[in-house]
């Protein structure tokens, strides 16, 4: 995220919050930086291991996972869902 809102001139804003439902917990990674197109970099011919890596640690270390997406120009947004205290 940092490094999206530093390529702006102007700089710009994150805004990091967590939230709790019934059965996860949740935590939101927002900008309003560069944004990429995600299609874009499956055809860029390089090897892009970054976030599919924090995604498989998240699913085998708690059955978490991790969603981002993004716009060019208008900025990312990064979930991370973690699973919750079951009821008993």
Do not use: Y
């Not at 939230?19 to 299609?39: K, M, T, Y």
Request: charged letters at 25%.
């Amino acid at each position: 995220m940092k490094h999206s809102v530093s390529k702006r001139r102007e700089g710009g804003t994150i805004v990091i919050s967590t939230r709790e439902d019934a059965e996860n917990w949740i935590v939101s990674v927002i900008d309003d930086g560069v944004g990429f197109d995600p299609a874009a970099l499956q055809d860029d011919g390089k090897t892009h291991v970054g976030i599919e890596n924090v995604r498989e640690r998240l699913r085998m270390m708690c059955g978490g996972q991790l969603t981002v997406t993004s716009v060019p120009g208008v900025g990312t947004e990064s979930v991370i869902t973690l699973p919750g205290r079951k009821s008993a």
